[in-house]
C-alpha cells in the first residue's frame, strides 16, 4: 500500500523559515490534487495550500505571499516552503491526496499522512 510520509516539522522562531515534505512510497499513482491541512488544539482541520496535477495552486489567505506548495515529480515529494513563519502557524501538518490511484486501481478520494508538528516560538 502506498504511504505518506511527512518531514521537516519543528521548533522555529517568529520570522524564521522552514519547509515541509511529503514523501510518496509509491512512485506509479496520480492524484486529482495534492494539499497541505493543518491542525491545532481546539481548531478544525483546515486547507493551507493545495496543487492539482497540472500544476495550479491556491492558499488560504492567512499564508498568501509566506507560504509556497510545490511537487517534485522525480522524487515523489509535494513541499510546502514556509517562509516568515508566525506563532498562529504553530499546528500538526497534513499531507493529503485526493482521487488517489496507485498503478492505476482507485486508492481513495481523501487520503492522509500521519502529520508532522510545527511549532512557532515568539
Known amino acids: 500500500q502506498v504511504q505518506l510520509v511527512e518531514s521537516g516539522g519543528g521548533l522555529v522562531q517568529a520570522g524564521g523559515s522552514l519547509r515541509l515534505s511529503c514523501a510518496a512510497s509509491e512512485s506509479d499513482f496520480s492524484f486529482d490534487a495534492l494539499g497541505w491541512y493543518r491542525q491545532a488544539p481546539g481548531k478544525q482541520r483546515a486547507l493551507v495550500a493545495s496543487?492539482?496535477?497540472?500544476?495550479?495552486?491556491n492558499y488560504v489567505d492567512s499564508v498568501k505571499g509566506r507560504f509556497t506548495i510545490s511537487r517534485d515529480n522525480a522524487n515523489n515529494t509535494l513541499y510546502l516552503q514556509m517562509n516568515s513563519v508566525k506563532p498562529e502557524d504553530t499546528a500538526v501538518y497534513y499531507c493529503n491526496a485526493r482521487g488517489l490511484r496507485v498503478k492505476g486501481v482507485f486508492y481513495g478520494m481523501n487520503y492522509w499522512g500521519k502529520g508532522t508538528l510545527v511549532t512557532v516560538s515568539s
Open positions: 496543487i492539482t496535477s497540472s500544476g495550479r495552486t
